[in-house]
């Protein structure tokens, strides 16, 4: 399918009209973004701002529609600024974005290996088959690759383990792979449940082994050998009591997905059940490993 690019560059306050006025115009999406290089520093949760100036790139599936747009939002836009409108290739966005995606080793006998593409010819290798679809985890990111670096360090051989945030299942399969009884994946993203059902079954794991669901879905989360979660720190804080519970006396705890400055406040939320510390530090993020009291 081709199609059309418009964008527009336009007040935060007045941003939101003009999104739900470009569906009205027959745009099939609208993406906010950046207009004057504003910093935003993650929020709390529930709370969504947007920068001063706010660019919105909307795509059309017909030239003639973002014309008539671009005409009639002529006026919202910012003192000085024209609305251009262009055509993109056709191509499929989700598979270029993936395509400089290649096998990873992610330390000991794991290995990531792209749905594309062939495992490596090692002895012993643990390989996860991954199509990320729309979820996130690919294994590339540092705070994924610390995550999987943990597990092939200190495999979860016969443990149950959650993956609380689990995106595309990397981290949950990883540890099934490894050699871990269960896996429970959550959440929030229907998506990411869906993706984490489908690489599980890309790796032939036994359905009775895993499950993944949406927090709403989810049962009492208790006695898990091994609690992961990756996600951010706002969440992370958030989300202490409920890790809290689910992990026995004992067990691990592994959290990732803040940067080196957020861990004292991470770190701090957690310390009444865990004792915890820096594990691992990648490129300005840290990981968080813990051991439930």
């Known amino acids: 399918m081709s199609l059309t ?44 701002p947007l920068w001063t100036t706010v660019r919105l790139k909307a795509l059309f599936t017909d030239d003639l529609r973002a014309e008539i747009a671009a005409a009639a939002l002529s006026e919202h836009s910012l003192p000085g600024t024209s609305i251009p409108v262009s055509a993109i290739d056709d191509r499929d966005w989700i598979r270029a974005g993936l395509a400089g995606l290649t096998r990873i080793h992610s330390g000991g006998d ?3 290996v792209p749905s594309w593409e062939a495992p490596p010819e090692v002895d012993g290798g643990v390989f996860v088959h991954l199509d990320p679809g729309l979820a996130f985890g690919t294994g590339s990111h540092p705070t994924t690759a610390m ?78 050998d091994l609690v992961l979660a990756n996600i951010l720190a706002g969440p992370l804080v958030a989300l202490a009591p409920t890790l809290a519970r689910s992990a026995r006396p004992g067990g691990r705890l592994l959290l990732a997905g803040l940067l080196d400055w957020q861990a004292g406040e991470v770190m701090a939320a957690y310390r ?13 993020w840290v990981l968080l490993d813990g051991c439930r009291r």
């Open 5 to 48: 690019e418009l964008q527009l560059e336009a007040a935060s306050d007045q941003a939101e009209a003009i999104e739900q006025r470009l569906f009205e115009l027959g745009a099939v999406s609208v993406e906010f973004g950046d207009a004057g290089d504003e910093p935003l520093f993650e929020p709390p949760p529930g709370a969504h």
């Open 110 to 112: 794991l290995w990531i």
């Open 147 to 224: 995550c999987l670096a943990a597990l092939a360090g200190a495999p979860p051989r016969g443990q149950r383990v959650l993956d609380y945030g689990c995106g595309s299942g990397i981290l949950a399969i990883a540890a099934l792979k490894l050699g871990a009884a269960y896996a429970l994946g959550v959440d929030i993203d229907p998506q990411a449940v869906l993706a984490t059902q489908d690489n599980a079954a890309r790796n032939d794991i036994d359905p009775g082994r895993l499950d993944a669901l949406t927090p709403e879905a989810e049962p009492a989360l208790a006695d898990f």
């Open 272 to 284: 009444d059940e865990f004792d915890i510390d820096i594990g691992a530090e990648r490129d300005g």
